[in-house]
């Protein structure tokens, strides 16, 4: 009798061990794949453009950055627009950096307050604008 528990105890055993390994196999998969997602470049190397990159963010200006004030009751964009006015620069917030934005004020105006995929030289922690539009 003591023969027969004993191998129900190991059939029991083997049978919740192995589902045990392999769900932790898979998390640990899992949380690898989203680490490298996350700390994927926010730019990337565009050679097609003259040795120019590309970047992904919100463009914004350098006072509020991407958090506005909320209690004044403008928009984002509106608020970068008076940032702007009292003398703030362009800006754009992408995940893990900031950077400010030299180039056509008309064009980065139109996209202030929204998610843009911008290209051009970085000089230090300054693009160089040389295309903006929206990202998609």
């Known amino acids: 009798m003591a023969k027969a528990t004993r191998s129900w105890l190991e059939l029991f055993a083997v049978c919740t061990a192995v589902?045990?390994?392999l769900a932790i196999t898979l998390a640990m998969i899992t949380l690898a794949v989203a680490l490298a997602v996350a700390q994927a470049p926010t730019h990337l190397s565009n050679h097609s453009l003259g040795g120019n990159n590309t970047f992904l963010g919100m463009v914004t200006d350098s006072e509020c950055g991407a958090r506005h004030k909320a209690e004044s009751g403008k928009?984002?964009?509106q608020?970068?627009?008076a940032c702007l006015r009292n003398g703030a620069s362009f800006l754009l917030v992408s995940r893990d950096r900031n950077y400010l934005l030299d180039g056509d004020a008309g064009r980065l105006?139109?996209?202030l307050g929204r998610r843009a995929k911008v290209a051009g030289k970085l000089d230090g922690s300054v693009i160089r604008v040389v295309s903006v539009e929206p990202a998609l």
């Open 19 to 21: 589902p045990c390994a």
């Open 75 to 77: 928009t984002a964009a």
């Open 79 to 81: 608020c970068a627009q």
């Open 109 to 111: 105006t139109r996209l």
